[in-house]
């Protein structure tokens, strides 16, 4: 895009939310502080390096776009590649599964520290933070479709292990970034038909749970978080760490926060509402941002309705309390192209909220002025957030408007020849 229609669109911009006392300098400066954990498992369909077989736990990813990264250097270079087209300084989101296994394959249970100083050079290496998350489905170990909860002793002891690691690698990365890092943790546990007893799995849960948390963290960079989900492929009918269990967990533990992921819940169902009520009675939430569709909750995020409310919600109630991060994975589409579009929809819907009149809007509420606050909400949404967006582009260095698309294509375009050729195929195949 051209330079000085930016600025110029800008400067007019800017003058417009003067006159409703929005300063957008000051809007651009903290949203460019503001971080989003970018997902890895984009990048490869949620696969990791273990090789461990079919993916499992009531996910599944559908497409076979080509180029899909094959090892850690190829889904660090489609990292790499995806924050170069992303405004702000962000953070990237792990699964155990992503660990640097090039001296050994471990047990899930067996997993540490070492298999993340190589992500740590590269997180201060490229200006990036990290989040981690415990990787509870895809083993053998969890082919009952159960593991913190499940029955079996060996099962779960095995589980309870790999999740104080988790607990272990997390708080070593954030002391390592010196940078919080967020330790979430979701299991895929439940019945796809009508279980006779729904209370046993919860009480074997809550005493691992218990077990797993016992040791405080002794880094102040270093959180954990609790998931719920209402279902999974397989696990329809009872899933144990429902919303309403994760809710009572968390609020028994001082220092475990609820994790809430947009698609995890009825299809009609909006969390945004569920921020403030949990904020109520917590310091913080993680929020994982997807976007369901019909029964699949896991659609690259895009800025609809649904994603502006949350934002608006995270902007209202504080953006030091709510850890954002995207949870998604398309394996039909350009995989670097969903990441960059869900992580510039998040971003353009964080500087919508931030530069909506609020102040109007909490005055003429304080006021009974209903109408008013309801006619200020309607305008706003014609406000010139492009410009400022286009604007924040420019000055972060990344394209604007339409430009990225293409840069994006080119790049996937380049990798697939590299990682689908004919010759990978057979090398591949043969084990060369």
Known sequence: MNTENINKAYELAKEQFASM?????AVISSLEKIPISLHCWQTDDVAGFENAGDLGGGLQVTGNYPGKARNIDEVRADLEKSLSLIPGSHKVNLHAIYGDFSKGQPERCDIDTCHFDSWIDWAKENGVGLDYNGTFFSHP??????????????IRDYWIEHAKKSRKITEYIGEKLGRTCVNNLWIP?????????????????KEALDEIFKDKYTSKYAIDAFESKLFGVGVESYTVTSNEFVLAYCMSQPDVIV??????????????????????????????????????????????????GIMEQVVRLGTDKIFIALDYFDGSINRCGAIVTGMRAGIKAL??????????????????????????MEEAKFLPFDAVWNYYCMKQD???????????????????????????IIKNYIGL
Not at 21 to 25: A, L
Not at 353 to 371: C, I, N, V
Request: a negative charge; aromatic letters at 10%.
């Open 189 to 205: 546990d439940g019945y796809k038909d009508i279980p006779a007893d729904k209370y046993a799995h919860r009480a074997i849960l």
């Open 21 to 25: 006392g929005i300063d957008t300098e």
């Open 351 to 376: 500087m919508i909220a931030m530069l909506e009149p609020l102040s109007l809007m909490k005055k003429a509420e304080d006021d009974a002025q209903y109408f008013e606050r309801l006619a200020i």
């Open 398 to 424: 990344v394209p604007c408007g339409f430009d990225w698309i293409k840069e994006c294509s080119d790049y996937q375009t380049k990798v697939a020849k590299e990682r689908d050729n004919i010759f990978n």
């Open 141 to 154: 170990m969890a082919d009952t479709n159960f593991t913190l909860s499940s029955k079996d002793k060996t």
């Open 259 to 308: 994790t809430f992921d947009a698609g995890h819940f009825h299809p009609t169902e909006e969390i945004e509402d569920k921020l403030s009520s949990v904020l109520t009675f917590k310091d913080h939430i993680l929020l994982h941002i997807s976007r369901g569709v019909r029964w699949d909750s896991d659609h690259v995020v895009i800025l609809n309705d649904q994603l502006k």
